[in-house]
């Protein structure tokens, strides 16, 4: 079976390039684009169009059209999209195209972040992305790119059986003071088993008031039929969880528990042991079974750790909750290290800018990182599986 992308794509761009159209080399160029992208859709799921493989690894789902900005114009591309796959999927050929637009985008949320002026931005961005771009065109962009990140933080939400949530801090200055702002951030997963972002917050403000009216944010997008939150012990979060979702069970980070539990250790040397017994009552076969573990533990440090015993007596079996799930789901949110990681990423990001000049400022660069990762987790494969 000839692939069109190959000879048929050839004799096409020839005919374009002699053609003498002033258009014909943005044209050819995104001829070329298209042609790279289904050869690598090809070659990503090991068989031919139409082709019946064993070895086949999921199948061509349509396309979806992006603009990307060159130095001949702004290119239109047709990029394959892929289902049923082991690994996501997403053209290399469109890496650098990629980068620039972040780039440009990132610059963009800096002007805001640094204070900088537009015709500084131009120049950033002429350097980034090869792009000869005037400061009226970085102010439509940036007003553009507030338009955007507005409609997917308040976008519609559905039905959501688990909720994670966490909170990281970033430096922003307010009437001359520098003051740590709350970056709330929601991860959820449906029904289809993907995770999203559902939404964040940035906040100075006093925490309980910050997490609640964040919460309520989500239930007033329609975010229902929540099973389970799992979260750390972060402060305002408990009173706030209450009261937007009281009756939903809570799962705390065993992560996070087991680290908590360190500052109770009377000595060094009883460190690793600690941790270890903390572990086989995470990791018991059920929640009967951790119980009568955690019962025992608590006993055997009575003596030589009291405040650790009564710290894990207090504790410890808020972090036990996430053994009503099957075992598959329970692995996967016993904890919020999924999101510890999500917030390295938005880390790597916000310390370039070291200090916001605003609120504002910082949640247009997160909500720009965050898009960008829950787009990333929702056309990629299920997080975990319901059984129907």
């Given at each position: 079976?000839?692939?069109?992308?190959?000879?048929?794509?050839?004799?096409?761009?020839?005919?374009?390039?002699?053609?003498?159209?002033?258009?014909?080399?943005?044209?050819?160029?995104?001829?070329?684009?298209?042609?790279?992208?289904?050869?690598?859709?090809?070659?990503?799921?090991?068989?031919?169009?139409?082709?019946?493989?064993?070895?086949?690894?999921?199948?061509?789902?349509?396309?979806?059209?992006?603009?990307?900005?060159?130095?001949?114009?702004?290119?239109?591309?047709?990029?394959?999209?892929?289902?049923?796959?082991?690994?996501?999927?997403?053209?290399?050929?469109?890496?650098?195209?990629?980068?620039?637009?972040?780039?440009?985008?990132?610059?963009?949320?800096?002007?805001?972040?640094?204070?900088?002026?537009?015709?500084?931005?131009?120049?950033?961005?002429?350097?980034?992305?090869?792009?000869?771009?005037?400061s009226s065109q970085v102010s439509r962009a940036?007003?553009?790119?507030?338009?955007?990140?507005?409609?997917?933080?308040?976008?519609?939400?559905?039905?959501?059986?688990?909720?994670?949530?966490?909170a990281r801090y970033e430096k922003v200055r307010?009437?001359?003071?520098?003051?740590?702002?709350?970056?709330?951030?929601?991860?959820?997963?449906?029904?289809?088993?993907?995770?999203?972002?559902?939404?964040?917050?940035?906040?100075?403000?006093?925490?309980?008031?910050?997490?609640?009216?964040?919460?309520?944010?989500?239930?007033?997008?329609?975010?229902?039929?929540?099973?389970?939150?799992?979260?750390?012990?972060?402060?305002?979060?408990?009173?706030?969880?209450?009261?937007?979702?009281?009756?939903?069970?809570?799962?705390?980070?065993?992560?996070?528990?087991?680290?908590?539990?360190?500052?109770?250790?009377?000595?060094?040397?009883?460190?690793?042991q600690v941790a270890a017994d903390i572990r086989?009552?995470?990791?018991?076969?059920?929640?009967?079974?951790?119980?009568?573990?955690?019962?025992?533990?608590?006993?055997?440090?009575?003596?030589?750790?009291?405040?650790?015993?009564?710290?894990?007596?207090?504790?410890?079996?808020?972090?036990?909750?996430?053994?009503?799930?099957?075992?598959?789901?329970?692995?996967?949110?016993?904890?919020?290290?999924?999101?510890?990681?999500?917030?390295?990423?938005?880390?790597?990001?916000?310390?370039?800018?070291?200090?916001?000049?605003?609120?504002?400022?910082?949640?247009?660069?997160?909500?720009?990182?965050?898009?960008?990762?829950?787009?990333?987790?929702?056309?990629?494969?299920?997080?975990?599986?319901?059984?129907?």
């Open positions: 079976m000839t692939y069109e992308g190959q000879n048929t794509a050839i004799e096409r761009l020839t005919e374009l390039l002699v053609s003498g159209q002033d258009d014909r080399f943005s044209t050819a160029l995104e001829l070329l684009l298209n042609t790279a992208m289904l050869i690598e859709q090809r070659e990503h799921l090991r068989a031919e169009p139409y082709q019946r493989s064993d070895d086949r690894n999921g199948h061509a789902n349509g396309y979806k059209e992006r603009s990307l900005a060159t130095r001949l114009g702004e290119l239109t591309v047709r990029i394959p999209q892929v289902r049923g796959s082991e690994e996501p999927f997403f053209p290399k050929s469109l890496d650098k195209g990629l980068r620039s637009e972040r780039a440009l985008k990132l610059a963009v949320a800096e002007m805001y972040v640094q204070g900088v002026s537009t015709r500084k931005v131009a120049a950033i961005t002429e350097q980034l992305c090869g792009l000869n771009i005037t940036a007003a553009e790119l507030d338009a955007l990140l507005q409609e997917w933080r308040t976008r519609p939400l559905t039905r959501t059986p688990y909720l994670l949530l966490d307010q009437s001359g003071v520098v003051r740590d702002a709350a970056v709330l951030v929601a991860v959820g997963v449906g029904l289809d088993g993907k995770r999203s972002v559902l939404g964040c917050s940035v906040a100075i403000s006093e925490h309980e008031t910050h997490w609640r009216e964040f919460l309520r944010s989500l239930v007033d997008r329609g975010l229902s039929g929540i099973e389970l939150v799992t979260s750390d012990a972060h402060s305002g979060l408990e009173a706030a969880r209450k009261a937007v979702f009281g009756g939903v069970a809570w799962q705390r980070c065993q992560f996070h528990l087991q680290q908590n539990a360190q500052a109770y250790v009377p000595r060094h040397d009883m460190k690793a086989s009552v995470f990791n018991a076969a059920d929640r009967a079974a951790a119980d009568t573990l955690l019962v025992e533990i608590v006993r055997r440090y009575r003596e030589k750790a009291p405040k650790l015993a009564d710290w894990m007596e207090a504790n410890l079996a808020e972090g036990l909750t996430v053994f009503k799930l099957t075992e598959s789901h329970r692995r996967l949110l016993r904890t919020t290290n999924g999101l510890e990681r999500l917030n390295k990423e938005i880390r790597r990001r916000t310390r370039v800018a070291s200090l916001f000049p605003n609120e504002a400022s910082c949640l247009r660069l997160v909500s720009a990182v965050l898009m960008e990762t829950s787009d990333e987790w929702e056309a990629g494969k299920a997080y975990l599986t319901f059984t129907l």
